[in-house]
């Protein structure tokens, strides 16, 4: 069975830090990239940072900077550290998964999401 596993939003004024957290398990395959992103009312969801299994990673142009994300293979684990939290970073944050397999010589991926934590920034 599949679970990720959110945990860390929250409220926090402008300025100040959060951690979230996103725990795997059950997932089939090897686990590629583990990554957040956001969503608020009315718009996309969008990615906010992702992170290979080697430890690349790749950030929105509005968190540089200020996000951070970590993880721990072991424990298939991913950490986000956001810090200089500003309002509009407020959003329900979603856990991402990818587990990668080979079929027949093609690269299949599938995708897993947690059931989303909540960020709110007061001003």
């Known amino acids: 069975q599949v679970q990720l596993v959110e945990s860390g939003g929250g409220l926090v004024q402008a300025g100040g830090s959060l951690r979230v957290s996103c725990a795997a398990s059950?997932?089939?395959?090897?686990?590629?990239?583990m990554g957040w992103y956001r969503q608020t009312p009315g718009k996309q969801r969008e990615l906010v940072a992702r992170?290979?299994?080697?430890?690349?990673?790749n950030y929105a142009d509005s968190v540089k900077g200020r996000f951070t994300i970590s993880r721990d293979n072991a424990k298939n684990t991913a950490y986000m550290q956001m810090n200089s939290l500003k309002p509009e970073d407020t959003a329900v944050y979603y856990c991402?998964?990818?587990?990668?397999?080979?079929?027949?010589?093609?690269?299949?991926?599938?995708?897993?999401w947690g059931q989303g934590t909540q960020v709110t920034v007061s001003s």
């Open positions: 991402n998964v990818q587990s990668t397999y080979r079929f027949l010589g093609r690269e299949v991926v599938n995708d897993y």
């Open positions: 059950g997932i089939p395959f090897t686990i590629n990239v």
């Open positions: 992170i290979t299994a080697g430890g690349s990673t």
